[in-house]
């Protein structure tokens, strides 16, 4: 089992920054793929930022060049930094790790951003 609390949404302007963080307990952390989703009003929830236990990225073509996923094992935590952000980037952000087969089978309780303009 693994437990995910995310923290860090808030209200910001376009062009602002955040820094969203997520405390993960349970599971040796550092084996643990781990990624960023978001779910607007009306949406579907859609994966954001992944990034894997060796390190690798993936980036939604929407956040490439202005999100940046990162881990410290150390710390138990994962991070989305999030720059020049935009209107449509408003959303409820989700952190998620992947489970033994694959899939992200353990989430966080979500946290909002709204980004004005």
């Known amino acids: 089992q693994v437990q995910l609390v995310e923290s860090g949404g808030g209200l910001v302007q376009a062009g602002g920054s955040l820094r969203l963080s997520c405390a993960a307990s349970?599971?040796?952390?550092?084996?643990?793929?781990m990624g960023w989703f978001r779910q607007a009003p009306g949406k579907e929830r859609d994966i954001v930022a992944r990034?894997?236990?060796?390190?690798?990225?993936y980036y939604a073509d929407s956040v490439k060049g202005r999100f940046t996923i990162s881990r410290d094992n150390a710390e138990k935590t994962v991070y989305l930094q999030m720059d020049r952000l935009k209107p449509e980037d408003t959303a409820v952000y989700y952190c998620?790790?992947?489970?033994?087969?694959?899939?992200?089978?353990?989430w966080g309780q979500g946290t909002q951003v709204t980004v004005s303009s």
């Open positions: 349970g599971r040796t952390f550092r084996s643990l793929t």
């Open positions: 990034l894997s236990w060796i390190g690798s990225t």
């Open positions: 998620a790790a992947e489970g033994n087969a694959g899939r992200f089978d353990y």
